[in-house]
């Protein structure tokens, strides 16, 4: 039984393509999304619409539960302007049904977005990662969340984190991730793949989606994020709240996201809107 795992695609389209073409190549048995399919990228529609086309099932990410949370207006810091993007996709998404299921098992494999039921598991934390494999009824829970893979091994039981789709964090620009997971009488295999795609396409989705005209300067974080691989968005706003500080301000308003833009080391220089031509 051979299952292709793609995991945190972000509403990157054109990593997603080419990881579905990767993964028709190896012919397996069931494709899996398991979870932060939207949020942050340009195409959250189309990227949902292409899974559901190509009938793969997604699972719950911590950025679906995001979406669904501003929904159902259950949690007030989501309408703070650092969670623009998320505003954003909730209205490319309506009517959209987000109620995806926390995990799947197939065989001797768990599959979730991070842990079996917390898809904001911190997968970072020793202590809880060795917790959740205590918990587990099966040897093998297969998850993504963070952007590259990972392994943890506690109780006789493993947790691997597969790296993600749109957002990998590899330092290899162009790159997409995504697994094959090989169950077999003789064990479970695990093959990491690497994609490469046409990151290029990305900037002009930014400029045409529309979620510029709410969030530029988070896109740009995450526009630089996807095409460097490098993980931008911590790096950023640790800088927020450097500048929040520094302006005695006790939350994240405009004045602060704005000072915070126009202040950021970026990578590739520019003012945010010379970057995106606004
Ligand atoms: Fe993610
Ligand atoms: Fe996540």
Redesign the pocket.
């Known amino acids: 039984m051979r299952i292709a795992c793609i995991s945190?695609i972000?509403a990157n389209l054109p990593a997603l393509e080419a990881v579905l073409a990767d993964v028709r190549a190896q012919s397996p048995d069931l494709t899996l999304s398991l979870g932060?399919q939207v949020n942050f990228g340009p195409q959250p529609l189309q990227v949902l619409q292409l899974l559901e086309s190509e009938g793969i099932p997604c699972l719950l990410?911590n950025?679906e539960q995001r979406v669904l949370a501003l929904r159902e207006a259950s949690d007030a810091a989501l309408n703070a302007i650092n969670f623009a993007s998320v505003r954003w996709t909730m209205q490319q998404l309506a009517g959209v049904d987000l109620n995806l299921p926390l995990n799947r098992r197939v065989g001797e494999v768990l599959f979730a977005h991070a842990g079996a039921e917390n898809p904001s598991l911190r997968l970072d934390d020793l202590d809880a990662v060795r917790e959740e494999l205590r918990a587990l009824p099966y040897p093998l829970l297969v998850c993504?969340?963070y952007?590259n893979p990972l392994q943890h091994h506690a109780q006789g039981r493993a947790l691997c984190v597969i790296g993600?789709v749109g957002?990998a964090e590899n330092g290899v620009p162009g790159t997409a991730l995504y697994a094959l997971v090989d169950q077999t009488p003789q064990g479970v295999h695990v093959t990491p793949r690497i994609v490469p795609y046409d990151s290029g396409r990305l900037y002009e989705a930014f400029r045409s989606s529309g979620i510029l005209d709410m969030c530029p300067i988070m896109s740009r974080v995450v526009h630089e994020t996807m095409t460097q691989n490098r993980c931008m968005v911590m790096e950023f706003l640790a800088h927020v709240h450097a500048v929040m500080a520094s302006c005695g301000a006790d939350a994240i308003d405009e004045r602060v996201w704005t000072l915070a833009g126009n202040t950021f080391a970026w990578r590739t220089g520019q003012t945010v809107s010379a970057y995106w031509g606004l």
């Open positions: 945190d972000h932060d990410g950025h993504g969340h952007h993600s957002m």
